[in-house]
């Protein structure tokens, strides 16, 4: 029985959500308040606990009708393959229920995880950006 549980409400303990992008070795750890502003506001976000522990969030942008984009879906890594970032998904999801697209990137052992989930690879797509990071 798992012992974790799953809000939608935007609290965000900053030293907790930079810890949590720093063990997954995130860039956005270096910018915690610019990130945290980002992520409040998020069209939804669903964080997962342990106790008082923040130890996984996703987030949405969405149009509201049409298409949606998970960019983030993050656990602590002694907190992964326990089903959190699974959990976290299907409550995102499940709010987009009917949408036309759902929409993400995923790179590295993410692919596999986001297949078990539904997802597939866009056609022929590829995938493009301008990006300030050093973490991809």
């Known amino acids: 029985m798992s012992t974790f549980s799953y809000r939608q409400d935007r609290r965000l303990p ?44 996703g987030n949405a942008i969405s149009d ?3 298409v949606v984009y998970y960019p983030h879906l993050i656990v602590l890594p002694q907190f992964q393959g326990k089903g959190v970032g699974t959990e976290i998904l299907k409550r995102l999801r499940k709010k987009y229920e009917g949408f036309h697209q759902h929409m993400l990137v995923a790179d590295g052992r993410a692919i596999d995880f986001y297949k078990k989930c539904g997802f597939e690879r866009a056609g022929k797509t590829e995938p493009m950006w301008i990006y300030a990071g050093h973490d991809h």
């Open 14 to 57: 900053l030293e907790q959500l930079v810890a949590l992008y720093r063990a997954n070795k995130w860039s956005s750890a270096d910018k915690g308040e610019v990130l945290r502003s980002a992520l409040r506001s998020s069209h939804s976000l669903v964080t997962a606990w342990a106790g008082k522990r923040l130890i996984g969030l």
């Open 64 to 66: 509201g009708f049409l």
